[in-house]
């Protein structure tokens, strides 16, 4: 019996026990459950929170996605237009290429025939007559070409130009000036001295030109001429590089009598000899217009002692009209009304009337003055020698 109950005991020890530990397991089973229930929540809320950003972040990039795409479209077509671009621009660098060596070749071509003498002294009078005839100056009327005259030293001379100013007097030009030295110093393969000594070399030459020019005085061949003579040099490039290698050079020139000038210069000049003549003609006018001025006030004043005559004319014959008039009223008709009367004739004789109106009397004092010209007589001075002096008629005889 007490076997029975200490196995009942036992039994019922080991139920409690085994529940116990079955309690026990559960609760931490649960309360893990519970654990990872509540991490798994977590998770899932974070989860949510991030899939609405990634929303509202794709909704934000989504003009941005539009704007990209645009750009990477208009990147494709500059790209396209670039190609092109760089395709014409490769066609007409080829083109500049041709050109630029073309006119190298004409460059040189020219340069080779401004080596003679004769093409460059064309090319000089070439470019004197366009400088003339920018000025407003024209052939034979402003200015003669190649003029052969003899100077003091009884010596043939023949400008190039010969400008002519007002009052007969005349403006020598010369375009004969040495370029062989500038251009020579124009080559591309010459150092800096070997340039420097070609454009010395050059000013020495228009130096030498500027003293054969003194020498043939142009001045003395031409009456009314100022004593200098225009040395025309065709390029303002050459006048310079030939000033800055002699600083001198200029008013050695001067010196002598010799003007140098380049095209600006003498297209200056030029304008200031046109300008001269259009003032001299002005003026020329003006008193041709101040001569027909005085003539025609002349004659109107004679117009004007003619109309008075005529007026005075017809006045005499409006009053002899009267008078006839009156006459055949208080003469002729009384007696040819007593025919009428007399029952002789029918119809009675229409009565003559009076004029009236006169012939308008001048009022301009010049026209009065003009017609009582021949009306005048000297006023006598009371104190002092008769004074003669003209009498208009309006003065008071008081």
Partial sequence: ???????????????????????????????????????????????????????????????????????????????????????????????VHESTAALGRQTQSLAGSLNSSTVRGAWGEVQLRRVLEHAGLLARCDFDEQVCRVSRHQRQVRPDVVVRLPGDKYLVIDAKAPMGAFLAAQAEDLSASERATFLRAHAAS??????????????????????????????????????SADPALHEDAMARRVVLVGPGSLLALLRTVAFTWQQDALTAHAREVMTLGRDLY?????????????????????????????????????????????????????????????????????????????????????????????????????
């Fill in 1 to 95: 019996m007490e076997l029975v109950g200490m196995l009942v005991v036992g039994l019922v020890v080991g139920v409690a026990a085994g529940w116990w530990v079955a309690h026990t397991s559960g609760a931490a089973s649960l309360a893990s459950a519970r654990t990872e229930s509540d991490l798994l929540r977590e998770r899932v809320v974070d989860l949510e929170a991030a899939i609405s950003d990634d929303a509202q972040t794709a909704a934000a990039l989504l003009p941005l996605r539009d704007a990209l795409v645009r750009v990477e479209q208009q990147v494709g077509t500059l790209e396209r237009d670039r190609t092109s671009q760089f395709a014409a621009l490769e066609t007409t660098i080829a083109a």
């Fill in 206 to 243: 228009l130096k030498s030109h500027v003293t054969a020019l003194a020498a043939k005085d142009y001045w003395t061949a031409f009456e009314n001429s100022p004593e200098m003579v225009v040395c025309f040099v065709p390029s303002d490039a050459m006048l310079a590089a030939a000033l």
């Fill in 298 to 398: 002349d004659r109107l004043g004679t117009l004007g002692s003619h109309t008075m005559k005529m007026g005075t004319a017809l006045q005499r014959s409006v009053e002899a009209y009267n008078q006839m008039v009156g006459a055949l009223e208080s003469r002729v008709l009384v007696s040819a009304r007593r025919m009428h009367e007399a029952g002789i004739v029918e119809q009675p004789l229409p009565s003559p009337q009076a004029l009236e109106a006169g012939p308008r009397v001048l009022t301009a004092m010049e026209l009065i003055e003009a017609a009582t010209a021949d009306a005048e007589r000297p006023q006598l001075a009371f104190d002092g020698p008769e004074v003669p002096s003209r009498w208009t008629g309006r003065e008071s005889t008081a």
